[in-house]
């Protein structure tokens, strides 16, 4: 019993191996379970013990409640009939990877503290780099989300707009001479840049959402109008944030004016692709990177779109001594021989302990091979044009906007109804429906102001069936529901 937390290393290994059977059980039938949990709030909770037990329970008892307790108030992102959010596909190779990882429990904080971890790690974001057409020049760092990789480009770009005074003097003690700063992004990025804003100092006053065109990409002379009168004001424009692939419909910012403004006016230039960026492995849909040899600093979500399960961020920055000069703090505890020498991940993100995320990368580009990981997304994108064009061709149903690559948005609209308070609620209960049938998850959205319907594609076991299914339900749900 002594050493090993009280499992003796025998149970351990059948444990393992039962649960492993399991796993490969639920990814072979998970299409049984409704797809979003059916459960009310408080029913998961109402079933554990309130407090924690005094003696060990038989891990049989455990996997049990496992099964009977917590199963029903998961929601399956790996059900190829999820729609919702963004995609979180995993595939088996990344989860035996995450087996490894946790097996090994290392924390990559130091190359000291896992050699193979970092250098694995400068390995697979170069891989990445080239897979997805970023030029020479960038280098990559695993962080845990976008939101983070965010945190730490606008971070950077405070810094580097302050001389580097903000992290040492506080940004109470820049106020006032010339050192108030703004960050711009497109109307339709995504909230954790606002977030990122408040965190960075910026405040959500320093952060100009800049309208959007009909094309729901970031307005160039809009952009440029605030720059100018943030200028006339004595405000530092300090960084743009360029989103390729927001979140509601898929815009995409002209990255390319985007960063020629922004060398004009020296203002640092953070690229979020957190979703859209997984379809640049297809050299199809690399126009719009155009320009991006001249961004400070890229980020998308292997995690969202790339079969690996979360967490896993890949951040690239061109000037990594600006991101690690901004980062960096350096106690007694976390030198090491090499430091100063070989790369320190800890010094590229917010938080010092770092999982072994790299290894499910290499798993997974290794077991899939780029080929097939092209040839699966660019099914995604096929299935969704070919979704989109029977929605379009539908009598009673519209797209509310064009299809971005795996996603589209649509409403169902009954000849006749052209109350947009009525269409909007007329959506809402359809989406309940469907979504409360469990047969599909859909999210909302708002598009120009109407209620809209998003459908997301990007399931690691979906396929064209699974689709058309729930273009059946769809209009099934629709036709039976009360005008
Ligand atoms: N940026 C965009 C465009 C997104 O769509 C999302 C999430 O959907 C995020 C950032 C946030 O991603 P994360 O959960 O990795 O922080």
């Not at 904080?109 to 891989?127: F, H, I, K, V, Y």
């Not at 719009?288 to 920055?317: Q, R, Y």
Request: with cysteine; proline share 6%.
């Amino acid at each position: 019993m002594a050493g090993r937390g009280c499992v003796d290393i025998e149970t351990f290994r059948r444990q393992a191996h039962e649960m492993v059977d399991w796993m490969a059980e639920y990814l072979a039938s998970v299409e049984r379970y409704p797809v979003r949990a059916q459960v009310v709030p408080g029913e998961i909770a109402a079933r554990l013990p309130a407090s924690p037990p005094d003696s060990p329970e038989p891990m049989e008892r455990i996997f049990a409640d496992f099964q009977a307790d917590i199963l029903p108030g998961v929601t399956h992102w790996q059900h190829p009939s999820f729609f919702a959010y963004f995609p979180a596909n995993a595939s088996p190779p990344s989860v035996l990877a995450e087996m490894l990882t946790a097996t090994l429990g290392v924390n990559c904080m130091l190359w000291q503290t896992s050699p193979a971890g970092t250098e694995l790690e400068t390995r697979m974001m170069d891989w990445l780099r080239q897979m997805i057409g970023l030029p020479e020049g960038f280098h990559g760092v695993i962080q845990d989300t976008a939101s983070g990789a965010s945190l730490c480009a606008l971070l950077t770009a405070r810094e580097r707009a302050t001389g580097w005074r903000a992290n040492a003097d506080g940004l109470g003690a820049l106020g006032g001479d010339g050192t108030r700063l703004a960050a711009y992004v497109s109307e339709e990025a995504h909230s954790s840049i606002e977030k990122d804003a408040m965190i960075a100092g910026y405040g959500q006053d320093g952060l100009r959402k800049i309208p959007a065109g009909d094309d729901f990409a970031m307005r160039l002379d809009a952009l440029e109008q605030a720059i100018a009168d943030d200028l006339a004001a004595g405000i530092t424009p300090a960084c743009v944030v360029a989103t390729l692939g927001s979140t509601g419909v898929g815009g995409i910012d002209p990255l390319a004016p985007i960063a020629e403004l922004c060398r004009r006016y020296g203002i640092f230039l953070h690229v979020d692709a957190a979703w859209a960026g997984s379809a640049l492995i297809l050299p199809e849909h690399r126009d719009m990177i155009a320009g991006v040899e001249h961004a400070d600093s890229f980020v998308f979500n292997p995690h969202k779109w790339l079969f690996t399960n979360f967490d896993c961020s890949a951040h690239f920055v061109r000037d990594p001594e600006a991101l690690t000069r901004t980062l960096s703090v350096t106690p007694l505890y976390l030198q090491s021989r090499e430091t100063g020498k070989v790369i320190d991940y800890r010094d590229w993100g917010v938080p010092l302990g770092r999982r072994f995320r790299a290894l499910k990368l290499w798993f997974v580009i290794r077991s899939y091979g780029v080929e097939n990981l092209k040839s699966m997304i660019a099914n995604h994108i096929a299935w969704t044009a070919e979704l989109s064009e029977q929605i379009a061709a539908a009598p009673d149903f519209e797209v509310m906007a064009p299809p971005v690559l795996g996603l589209v948005n649509f409403r169902h609209h009954p000849a006749g109804m052209d109350d947009e308070a009525a269409l909007d609620a007329l959506n809402q209960r359809l989406l309940e429906r469907l979504n409360d049938s469990g047969r599909l998850y859909l999210t909302q959205n708002r598009v120009k102001g109407r209620y809209a319907i998003r459908f997301s594609i990007g399931q690691t076991s979906a396929t064209l069936e699974h689709i058309q299914r729930a273009w059946g339900v769809i209009r099934e749900e629709a036709d039976g529901l009360e005008r």
